[in-house]
């Protein structure tokens, strides 16, 4: 990541330093086909064409001339494409004439008009004339109304008078200028002749303008940057411009070759309206253009635009009339300009600011003492009103309220709550500005209080929560008896067990039973102090505990509330899975969802989570991806932000469960990006796990230990259902190394504990036959025979999950050698990985007894893991076959493969490569690929001699740097 994070500073290093930047052309195809249309018609007729452009400045004529310059050399044509300099002397590309010395310059200067002009087109003819003589010619004239008046009368005189030579002339002009005197001149030679007129360069489509930024970056825009570009009209110069302001004022950071904004994310919508800066987060350079095109406006353009923006980035013409005390017919010309000036639009009943950046910058002009006045005027306007909106009102009321002003603190507290359920982010901001208007541990504070906490909760802002509960509790600790607070306990509590302190929210809901009692009435929505409880004892590790508070629960009818039950079921659920009581599990969980809960009432652990993990786990893999499909269309449904981690989490084991690693780690990847956004790091561990077992299913070795470090750091500091999971994967990595007593410590707390080693051999089908396999390799049958028992013992209570029992079944096979066992194993696990390994299994018990049977069972075995990218385990399986006497190539011939640089290496030369550039020795690289040292020291000799290097310091720089 930092090597990546360098080269994005490179990147904004090398722009700064670079002012001619040429990115590629954008959104003008019809304009280059016109255009070389007419430079191959000029070379096959031999007679000369006249094409005009005229556009605006900024809208991208020069670019498109450059452009036509490059198509035409293609074709073979020679190009003039400057004639003055900015005192008025001939000059071009192709050296038309050498600089003029100081007495020439002299006598030019007395010279009469006619004369200089019949010299300069004698000069300029001649130098064309020796231009055609070898070829086809394009002049390009651009910007001609800058072009000295009398070398643009040679040039008219020349279009004139060169109809019979292969010549292409293209001018281009600005319409704002059309009535100088160089631009009649060329519309006057437009019509005296033939003429191709282009049509005008119109606005980037959005595309087109991400292109050109990234273009300019080297780099994918994300959604703000690209979003800036687009939001300013879509003229070229200006994007340009504003790219280039964004990099000189260090607006911008590269991270994985995406920019993004340094200073995060924009803010929009209600959240935006109610801070106290709407434009402090906008960058400087795009503020700048916008104020650039507000001076352009007319003053009372601006004044309407600016009382308009207070009233909203969206407003209806009656409220901007009354606002202004003026008329609607006062407000056509005003509002023409402003829609002309491409910075409003409208609708059906109201106009709108083009986009919310330009609104919030043109709010930004409007002196603060001024707009507090005029968002005064606007909530007092609204409620004066019969049926006046009071949420509307509120956006108002919070830039312009009192201290103590409680009409307007409850107007506040009343939008934000009703704001809650379907817009949790912006909820949050209009409570926390009416936070400051607030007196501090009344009823109105403390419900405002409780409204950001949950807003900010649910956004996925965890910390700031937690801030806002932590201050608001510790100035209001007296208004305790009356019950308001309470819930601002509970809350507290979540969020802490939300952002991975499982104990401090543990002495939380402590504090709030000691306070309330656990079956004090709830307030709307508030999770249950006992809900909590059972919570923070699943994640302290505590699960004697908290299966006893469970059982309590369930058998205690009427006394809890249905979410309570529910979580105490789900628990239960939990606590007989680790038992190896798989259907009884199933069946108590199904119980939970019965009750037809919404997500939000489990933030950490409800049921239907634990239902698409469990399923995932005994492999019945269509249900957990439809568990999946559920949990994520309520999370989207119900705005909880905060939980776009999980879906992924549990989508990703499904995906590698059936064998599909890229959509696995797409899944995983995407799901630590989400949790790091939101602050909920519950899952991450989970995520990362994703990652790491990928890797080794691939046989990058390497990569596997580089993921388990992050995996370590990732782990919560509490027990978790799936903890199980980490200690699997890093027991694997640690066998895969050939380390298989080192793996075997990695699980003793769960071998030696009866209790919990179930957990381990239900984390996958294929633990139960791994552990046993490398027990056994370990010379450890003791272990061994203590996983196979337990495996048929789970198994003997689990008919319906025939993953389950094909588990118990391979591993008594690989503990006794019963070649009868492993029989129809494989097509009853579910997972095309297990199903490849007992047939792996099967070919090698077999080997001693029916060699042609074995091989046709590790052929299969091979293919099936080749299927599934797991090309560790293909060239073990190719190693097995090689012992019976059967070679299989394992490299695929690439047609017009290039024969030096990276990409010429063949895969076993990549991995080699890579595997070299880690540090690994030949004995290692051998080790790690099943073939011998001499073999890696043969593909070194080939790497080194395509990649023209001599040691393997060149070989790490090349690999690490590509």
Request: proline letters at 5%.
């Given at each position: 990541?930092?090597?990546?994070?360098?080269?994005?500073?490179?990147?904004?290093?090398?722009?700064?330093?670079?002012?001619?930047?040429?990115?590629?052309?954008?959104?003008?195809?019809?304009?280059?086909?016109?255009?070389?249309?007419?430079?191959?018609?000029?070379?096959?007729?031999?007679?000369?064409?006249?094409?005009?452009?005229?556009?605006?400045?900024?809208?991208?004529?020069?670019?498109?001339?450059?452009?036509?310059?490059?198509?035409?050399?293609?074709?073979?044509?020679?190009?003039?494409?400057?004639?003055?300099?900015?005192?008025?002397?001939?000059?071009?590309?192709?050296?038309?004439?050498?600089?003029?010395?100081?007495?020439?310059?002299?006598?030019?200067?007395?010279?009469?008009?006619?004369?200089?002009?019949?010299?300069?087109?004698?000069?300029?003819?001649?130098?064309?004339?020796?231009?055609?003589?070898?070829?086809?010619?394009?002049?390009?004239?651009?910007?001609?109304?800058?072009?000295?008046?009398?070398?643009?009368?040679?040039?008219?005189?020349?279009?004139?008078?060169?109809?019979?030579?292969?010549?292409?002339?293209?001018?281009?002009?600005?319409?704002?200028?059309?009535?100088?005197?160089?631009?009649?001149?060329?519309?006057?030679?437009?019509?005296?002749?033939?003429?191709?007129?282009?049509?005008?360069?119109?606005?980037?489509?959005?595309?087109?303008?991400?292109?050109?930024?990234?273009?300019?970056?080297?780099?994918?825009?994300?959604?703000?940057?690209?979003?800036?570009?687009?939001?300013?009209?879509?003229?070229?110069?200006?994007?340009?411009?504003?790219?280039?302001?964004?990099?000189?004022?260090?607006?911008?950071?590269?991270?994985?070759?995406?920019?993004?904004?340094?200073?995060?994310?924009?803010?929009?919508?209600?959240?935006?309206?109610?801070?106290?800066?709407?434009?402090?987060?906008?960058?400087?350079?795009?503020?700048?253009?916008?104020?650039?095109?507000?001076?352009?406006?007319a003053p009372g353009t601006q004044q309407s635009l600016q009382v308009a923006a207070v009233l909203g980035a969206s407003f209806a013409p009656?409220?901007?009339?009354?606002?202004?005390?003026?008329?609607?017919?006062?407000?056509?010309?005003?509002?023409?300009?402003?829609?002309?000036?491409?910075?409003?639009?409208?609708?059906?009943?109201?106009?709108?600011?083009?986009?919310?950046?330009?609104?919030?910058?043109?709010?930004?002009?409007?002196?603060?003492?001024?707009?507090?006045?005029?968002?005064?005027?606007?909530?007092?306007?609204?409620?004066?009103?019969?049926?006046?909106?009071?949420?509307?009102?509120?956006?108002?009321?919070?830039?312009?309220?009192?201290?103590?002003?409680?009409?307007?603190?409850?107007?506040?507290?009343?939008?934000?709550?009703?704001?809650?359920?379907?817009?949790?982010?912006?909820?949050?901001?209009?409570?926390?500005?009416?936070?400051?208007?607030?007196?501090?541990?009344?009823?109105?504070?403390?419900?405002?209080?409780?409204?950001?906490?949950?807003?900010?909760?649910?956004?996925?802002?965890?910390?700031?929560?937690?801030?806002?509960?932590?201050?608001?509790?510790?100035?209001?600790?007296?208004?305790?008896?009356?019950?308001?607070?309470?819930?601002?306990?509970?809350?507290?509590?979540?969020?802490?067990?939300?952002?991975?302190?499982?104990?401090?929210?543990?002495?939380?809901?402590?504090?709030?039973?000691?306070?309330?009692?656990?079956?004090?009435?709830?307030?709307?929505?508030?999770?249950?102090?006992?809900?909590?409880?059972?919570?923070?004892?699943?994640?302290?590790?505590?699960?004697?505990?908290?299966?006893?508070?469970?059982?309590?629960?369930?058998?205690?009818?009427?006394?809890?509330?249905?979410?309570?039950?529910?979580?105490?079921?789900?628990?239960?659920?939990?606590?007989?899975?680790?038992?190896?009581?798989?259907?009884?599990?199933?069946?108590?969980?199904?119980?939970?969802?019965?009750?037809?809960?919404?997500?939000?009432s489990f933030w950490q652990a409800g049921p239907l989570w634990t239902k698409a993990w469990m399923l995932t786990r005994v492999r019945r893999?269509?249900?957990?991806?439809?568990?999946?499909?559920?949990?994520?269309?309520?999370?989207?449904?119900?705005?909880?932000?905060?939980?776009?981690?999980?879906?992924?989490?549990?989508?990703?084991?499904?995906?590698?469960?059936?064998?599909?690693?890229?959509?696995?780690?797409?899944?995983?990847?995407?799901?630590?990006?989400?949790?790091?956004?939101?602050?909920?790091?519950?899952?991450?561990?989970?995520?990362?796990?994703?990652?790491?077992?990928?890797?080794?299913?691939?046989?990058?070795?390497?990569?596997?230990?580089?993921?388990?470090?992050?995996?370590?750091?990732?782990?919560?500091?509490?027990?978790?259902?799936?903890?199980?999971?980490?200690?699997?994967?890093?027991?694997?990595?640690?066998?895969?190394?050939?380390?298989?007593?080192?793996?075997?410590?990695?699980?003793?707390?769960?071998?030696?504990?009866?209790?919990?080693?179930?957990?381990?051999?239900?984390?996958?089908?294929?633990?139960?036959?791994?552990?046993?396999?490398?027990?056994?390799?370990?010379?450890?049958?003791?272990?061994?025979?203590?996983?196979?028992?337990?495996?048929?013992?789970?198994?003997?209570?689990?008919?319906?999950?025939?993953?389950?029992?094909?588990?118990?079944?391979?591993?008594?096979?690989?503990?006794?050698?019963?070649?009868?066992?492993?029989?129809?194993?494989?097509?009853?696990?579910?997972?095309?990985?297990?199903?490849?390994?007992?047939?792996?299994?099967?070919?090698?018990?077999?080997?001693?007894?029916?060699?042609?049977?074995?091989?046709?069972?590790?052929?299969?075995?091979?293919?099936?893991?080749?299927?599934?990218?797991?090309?560790?385990?293909?060239?073990?399986?190719?190693?097995?076959?090689?012992?019976?006497?059967?070679?299989?190539?394992?490299?695929?011939?690439?047609?017009?493969?290039?024969?030096?640089?990276?990409?010429?290496?063949?895969?076993?030369?990549?991995?080699?490569?890579?595997?070299?550039?880690?540090?690994?020795?030949?004995?290692?690289?051998?080790?790690?690929?099943?073939?011998?040292?001499?073999?890696?020291?043969?593909?070194?000799?080939?790497?080194?001699?395509?990649?023209?290097?001599?040691?393997?310091?060149?070989?790490?720089?090349?690999?690490?740097?590509?």
């Amino acid at each position: 990541m930092k090597r990546k994070i360098s080269d994005g500073l490179k990147k904004l290093a090398d722009f700064r330093s670079s002012p001619t930047v040429t990115p590629r052309l954008y959104g003008r195809e019809i304009h280059l086909e016109r255009i070389e249309a007419a430079l191959r018609a000029v070379d096959e007729s031999g007679q000369s064409t006249l094409m005009l452009l005229q556009s605006p400045a900024g809208s991208g004529k020069t670019r498109l001339l450059l452009e036509t310059a490059t198509v035409a050399k293609r074709l073979g044509f020679a190009v003039v494409d400057r004639f003055v300099d900015g005192q008025g002397q001939v000059h071009g590309s192709t050296s038309i004439t050498p600089a003029p010395s100081a007495a020439d310059r002299q006598n030019r200067a007395s010279a009469p008009d006619a004369d200089r002009l019949t010299r300069l087109t004698g000069q300029i003819e001649a130098r064309l004339h020796g231009h055609v003589r070898h070829g086809p010619l394009l002049v390009v004239l651009d910007d001609t109304h800058r072009v000295d008046l009398l070398v643009l009368r040679a040039l008219s005189a020349l279009v004139r008078k060169l109809g019979d030579l292969p010549v292409l002339w293209v001018f281009a002009l600005q319409p704002q200028e059309a009535d100088c005197p160089n631009n009649m001149l060329v519309q006057e030679l437009a019509r005296s002749r033939t003429t191709v007129w282009l049509p005008a360069l119109e606005p980037l489509d959005d595309d087109a303008v991400a292109g050109l930024i990234g273009d300019l970056l080297t780099a994918k825009p994300d959604d703000d940057v690209r979003a800036l570009g687009e939001w300013l009209g879509g003229t070229p110069q200006t994007v340009v411009d504003l790219v280039r302001g964004l990099v000189e004022e260090n607006c911008l950071r590269i991270t994985d070759d995406t920019a993004g904004l340094a200073n995060g994310p924009l803010t929009s919508g209600i959240a935006s309206a109610v801070a106290s800066e709407p434009d402090a987060h906008l960058p400087r350079p795009f503020l700048r253009l916008v104020h650039e095109r507000l001076a352009r406006l007319a003053p009372g353009t601006q004044q309407s635009l600016q009382v308009a923006a207070v009233l909203g980035a969206s407003f209806a013409p009656c409220d901007l009339a009354e606002m202004l005390d003026k008329s609607p017919a006062a407000l056509l010309t005003p509002l023409k300009e402003a829609l002309d000036a491409g910075l409003l639009t409208y609708g059906a009943e109201e106009f709108a600011f083009r986009n919310e950046p330009i609104w919030r910058a043109v709010v930004g002009t409007v002196p603060p003492l001024m707009r507090s006045l005029l968002h005064q005027q606007a909530a007092d306007m609204i409620l004066a009103r019969k049926g006046g909106s009071t949420d509307a009102a509120a956006l108002h009321l919070v830039h312009c309220r009192q201290a103590g002003d409680s009409r307007a603190v409850s107007t506040i507290r009343a939008a934000a709550e009703k704001l809650l359920p379907a817009s949790p982010g912006d909820a949050a901001a209009l409570a926390l500005r009416g936070l400051e208007a607030a007196d501090r541990g009344r009823p109105e504070h403390i419900r405002l209080a409780i409204t950001a906490t949950i807003g900010l909760l649910r956004h996925g802002n965890l910390q700031q929560a937690i801030d806002v509960a932590e201050s608001v509790l510790a100035c209001s600790r007296n208004s305790a008896e009356d019950g308001f607070i309470r819930p601002l306990y509970t809350w507290l509590a979540t969020a802490l067990l939300l952002r991975g302190d499982a104990r401090t929210a543990s002495e939380i809901v402590q504090d709030a039973s000691a306070l309330w009692g656990s079956t004090a009435a709830l307030q709307e929505g508030e999770p249950s102090p006992v809900l909590l409880q059972l919570d923070v004892l699943s994640h302290t590790g505590e699960i004697s505990a908290a299966a006893k508070v469970a059982e309590h629960v369930i058998t205690t009818e009427g006394t809890h509330n249905n979410d309570t039950r529910a979580a105490a079921l789900n628990l239960c659920a939990m606590a007989r899975w680790r038992e190896g009581r798989i259907e009884d599990a199933f069946d108590t969980l199904n119980q939970a969802i019965a009750l037809h809960l919404p997500l939000t009432s489990f933030w950490q652990a409800g049921p239907l989570w634990t239902k698409a993990w469990m399923l995932t786990r005994v492999r019945r893999l269509d249900e957990a991806m439809a568990t999946v499909a559920t949990i994520q269309h309520t999370i989207d449904s119900e705005h909880n932000r905060v939980l776009a981690a999980l879906p992924l989490a549990l989508s990703a084991w499904v995906h590698f469960a059936r064998g599909d690693l890229a959509t696995a780690e797409a899944d995983a990847e995407a799901g630590i990006r989400a949790s790091q956004q939101v602050q909920m790091p519950l899952w991450e561990p989970h995520l990362y796990g994703v990652l790491v077992a990928a890797a080794l299913r691939r046989g990058e070795l390497a990569t596997a230990d580089d993921g388990l470090a992050q995996l370590d750091s990732a782990r919560a500091q509490y027990e978790q259902p799936w903890s199980v999971m980490c200690y699997l994967v890093t027991a694997q990595v640690r066998a895969a190394q050939r380390r298989e007593r080192e793996a075997l410590e990695v699980l003793r707390p769960f071998i030696d504990d009866p209790d919990k080693l179930p957990q381990l051999l239900l984390e996958d089908p294929s633990a139960t036959a791994w552990c046993v396999r490398t027990a056994l390799a370990a010379d450890d049958k003791e272990t061994a025979a203590l996983i196979a028992s337990t495996a048929a013992r789970i198994s003997s209570v689990a008919h319906a999950y025939p993953a389950v029992t094909a588990a118990a079944a391979h591993s008594r096979a690989l503990l006794t050698g019963d070649i009868k066992s492993l029989e129809g194993v494989a097509e009853h696990y579910g997972d095309p990985w297990a199903a490849a390994s007992a047939t792996e299994d099967l070919g090698v018990l077999l080997h001693t007894d029916d060699r042609e049977e074995a091989i046709r069972a590790l052929n299969t075995a091979m293919t099936a893991y080749r299927d599934l990218g797991a090309i560790w385990d293909e060239a073990r399986v190719r190693k097995r076959l090689r012992r019976l006497g059967v070679r299989r190539r394992h490299w695929k011939h690439v047609p017009h493969q290039p024969q030096t640089g990276w990409d010429s290496l063949t895969r076993t030369e990549e991995k080699v490569a890579l595997l070299v550039a880690r540090g690994l020795t030949n004995r290692q690289v051998a080790s790690e690929l099943f073939v011998s040292p001499h073999t890696v020291g043969f593909h070194l000799r080939q790497i080194y001699r395509k990649l023209t290097i001599q040691s393997r310091v060149d070989l790490a720089r090349i690999a690490f740097t590509r």
